[in-house]
């Protein structure tokens, strides 16, 4: 799924922090790869299966966050948004699926959502709450498009960019490519059966906990943050929002 063994420790290491659930770290993991290519399955396959949460179960761990979130000025009051928000209280694992391309982050909002501030929502005839966000995991396929400046260090440091160099197909499509002369070395065999396994399946729901509790072991006995980072994720716009 991921291009090098690197690569593979150093997600592996980010996700295990969702056994935690808050992002003292202040990071944010962009997944970037045409379709096909495991992100699917790494979130709400493994990671959901492990977590609980999802649709319809609201009660676990893991939940999908809308992306037009961070297109919103975090300094104006807007009831949906505070609504959708509400509903995060107490997930520690979150995915933002398939940002599409063109949209522009507002700067102020990714900070503060990707940052250490507690997040203040209320949804109808309910108290207002304030907690932090959990662990965050986008997936797109372009660049990340910005308001405003991201010069500053701590802004470009937020962002771990990883490519999903390959794409997973039916055998007999791999098969077929290859008698036609076409390059399949960044292809992989599919199976249509495992995300499943991962969503429905005890052991595998428990294998991928092992692997993360591993992980976070690994995690709190490192003394850097994560090695790898993709600044040409990033693109400025001179779009004010």
Same mark, same amino acid.
């Given at each position: 799924?991921?291009p090098?063994?690197?690569?593979?420790?150093e997600v592996?290491?980010?996700?295990s922090r969702a056994?935690?659930?808050?992002?003292?770290?202040e990071?944010?993991?962009a997944l970037?790869?045409?379709?096909?290519?495991?992100k699917g399955?790494?979130m709400s396959g493994m990671m959901?299966?492990?977590?609980?949460?999802?649709?319809?179960?609201?009660?676990?761990?893991?939940?999908?966050?809308?992306?037009y979130?961070?297109?919103q000025?975090?300094?104006?009051?807007?009831g949906?948004l505070?609504?959708h928000?509400?509903s995060?209280q107490?997930k520690?694992l979150?995915?933002?699926?398939?940002?599409?391309?063109?949209?522009?982050?507002?700067?102020?909002m990714?900070?503060?959502?990707?940052?250490?501030d507690?997040?203040?929502?209320?949804t109808?005839?309910?108290?207002s709450?304030?907690?932090k966000?959990g662990?965050?995991v986008?997936?797109?396929?372009g660049?990340?498009?910005?308001?405003?400046?991201?010069?500053?260090a701590?802004?470009k440091e937020?962002?771990?960019?990883?490519e999903?160099?390959?794409?997973f197909?039916d055998?007999e499509?791999?098969?077929e490519m $290859?008698k036609?002369?076409?390059?399949i070395?960044?292809?992989?065999r %599919?199976?249509? !059966?495992? =995300? +499943?396994?991962?969503?429905?399946?005890?052991?595998y729901?428990?294998?991928?906990m092992d692997?993360?509790?591993?992980?976070?072991?690994k995690?709190?006995?490192? $003394?850097?943050?994560?090695?790898?980072?993709?600044t040409?994720f990033? %693109?400025?716009? !001179?779009? =004010? +929002?």
């Open positions: 799924m991921f090098d063994d690197e690569t593979t420790d592996l290491i980010y996700l056994l935690k659930g808050t992002n003292e770290d990071k944010f993991l970037r790869g045409d379709g096909r290519n495991g399955l790494l959901e299966g492990a977590l609980g949460g999802g649709v319809p179960d609201e009660r676990g761990y893991f939940k999908a966050l809308e992306w979130v961070f297109t000025d975090p300094n104006k009051k807007k949906t505070n609504e928000l509400h995060f107490g520690r979150i995915t933002v699926p398939e940002i599409p391309n063109g949209i522009v982050f507002h700067t102020d990714f900070r503060r959502m990707t940052g250490r507690n997040v203040n929502a209320r109808l005839y309910q108290k709450v304030s907690f966000m662990v965050m986008s997936e797109m396929n660049t990340m498009t910005f308001n405003d400046s991201t010069e500053d701590n802004m937020r962002i771990i960019g990883v999903m160099e390959y794409t197909k055998q499509d791999i098969d $290859e036609n002369g076409e390059d070395s960044k292809l992989k %599919k199976d249509r !059966t495992v =995300k +499943l396994k991962y969503l429905n399946n005890t052991e729901k428990c294998a991928v692997l993360l509790l591993e992980y976070y072991k995690y709190t006995m490192r $003394e850097e943050g994560n090695k790898i980072r993709r040409e990033i %693109k400025e716009s !001179t779009t =004010k +929002l």
